[in-house]
């Protein structure tokens, strides 16, 4: 008995001193984790899909595409660790091939790991070509951390193109294809203030979902301080999600909560999300100076 309360006693005390040391006081924090079943609901995100992930009333969701890459992925999982959040990082196969600790850092942090293909083909793919761009990124994220359960079952398609041969391919495999419930518009040539400014107002349109931002742009590493700490002071809070497993029951939820709203306002469309074509070598030498 006495020993059991002794147990008790430092298991409160080693997470008191592990929140202490993790979150600073105020920090927005993650509110809850949501876990989902992609066999169960295998397209979200209001922006393309009749459904979205079942958020309540005043939660984000926060995802980053395109990277890892040090001189910005470095600078967003500074940020969210300073507010205690996590994320879901939609990573390029051959980007994590290029910086494997990027990789293993971002899922060493606690952040979900998913897949935004092999290459980053913006065009339309034969089911062969969408299979290889699929397998192959999950292979390179695989192989970047280490780890085969590191990587979630989530993909995000290039330029958030809708094409039959990835989302039939996709669906087959038990993955999970996200789109977003808003932009905030950070891969053209806008102002970090601006970014900041565009994810505000189309999450409070919406009241709650999935943001789409970039790791790979300046703009986005210097608005995320003030995006997060506008989401605090309006009192949303951050959900982080990650897939069911085994020893992880998927979270109990209605098919009406899984429902889609329509997107009422929606300024840049999905088609001109453009990330840099050339390669790596381009995607972080020359970006463009934020205004
Ligand atoms: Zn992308």
New binding site residues.
């Given amino acids: 008995m006495r020993s059991t309360i002794a147990a008790c006693a430092i298991l409160v005390l080693l997470s008191g001193t592990a929140d202490a040391e993790e979150c600073p006081p105020g920090a927005l924090g993650v509110n809850r984790t949501l876990v989902v079943d992609p066999n169960e609901h295998s397209r979200v995100g209001s922006m393309q899909y009749p459904e979205t992930l079942p958020l309540n009333d005043h939660e984000v969701v926060l995802t980053f595409?395109?990277g890892p890459v040090p001189r910005y992925t470095n600078g967003v999982l500074e940020t969210l660790a300073s507010e205690c959040v996590k994320a879901t990082f939609?990573m390029?196969g051959q980007m994590a091939r290029a910086y494997p600790w990027m990789a293993r850092r971002v899922y060493d942090e606690g952040h979900t790991v998913a897949n935004?293909t092999q290459n980053?083909p913006i065009r339309k793919m034969s089911t062969d070509q969408a299979a290889r761009e699929i397998e192959g990124g999950f292979a390179s994220l695989r192989e970047a951390i280490g780890d085969p359960q590191a990587v979630s079952p989530f993909f995000?398609a290039?330029?958030l193109l809708r094409q039959k041969s990835v989302e039939q391919y996709l669906a087959a495999h038990g993955d999970m294809i996200w789109s977003a419930d808003f932009l905030a518009d950070d891969w053209t040539r806008i102002n970090n203030t601006e970014v900041a400014r565009r994810a505000i107002s189309r999450i409070e349109t919406r009241g709650k979902g999935i943001l789409l931002l970039?790791d790979i742009h300046l703009r986005t590493v210097l608005a995320l301080p003030e995006i997060l700490n506008e989401l605090k002071s309006r009192g949303y809070k951050i959900v982080h999600v990650v897939p069911a497993a085994a020893d992880r029951p998927k979270t109990a939820t209605s098919a009406q909560e899984w429902v889609a709203r329509s997107t009422l306002e929606q300024h840049t469309s999905p088609s001109q999300?453009h990330?840099p074509r050339q390669g790596i070598s381009r995607r972080h030498g020359q970006e463009p100076k934020p205004k």
Avoid: L, S
């Fill in positions: 595409d395109d939609f390029v935004h980053h995000r290039p330029g970039h999300m990330p």
